[in-house]
Nanobody
Framework: QVQLVESGGGVVQAGGSLRLSCAAS????????MGWFRQAAGKEREFVST????????DYADSVKGRFSISREIGKNTVYLQMNSLKPEDTAVYYC??????????????????WGQGTQVTVSS
């Protein structure tokens, strides 16, 4: 079992920044990748970003590329999502997810094994 706890959400004006954190605990030595997804009201959950836990390779959705940055701190079992130049359309509940052992499509939410409770991000215009 892996437990994930997100923090750092809040309300920010358009153009502002927020940093989300996700702390993992439990059987973290099997983690292959960590990802961030988001779900806006009335919409499906969508991929935001992912990082290969050991190699550090990253991937981003086109909608956030150049504005968001994912990073991880292995010693603290924590992944971060730095969000800059926020837009009202970034408003959503943001979820952290952990993929165990390996996966083929890290943009697919169905590949991930564990999820955090989510943290609300609201960007006002």
């Amino acid at each position: 079992q892996v437990q994930l706890v997100e923090s750092g959400g809040g309300v920010v004006q358009a153009g502002g920044s927020l940093r989300l954190s996700c702390a993992a605990s439990g059987r973290t030595w099997n983690v292959f990748a960590m990802g961030w997804f988001r779900q806006a009201a009335g919409k499906e959950r969508e991929f935001v970003s992912t990082v290969n836990w050991r190699g550090g390779q990253t991937d981003y959705a086109d909608s956030v590329k150049g504005r968001f940055s994912i990073s991880r701190e292995i010693g603290k079992n924590t992944v971060y999502l730095q969000m800059n130049s926020l837009k009202p359309e970034d408003t959503a509940v943001y979820y952290c997810a952990a993929l165990i052992y390996s996966g083929s499509d890290l943009r697919n939410a169905g590949e991930y094994d564990y999820w955090g409770q989510g943290t609300q991000v609201t960007v006002s215009s």
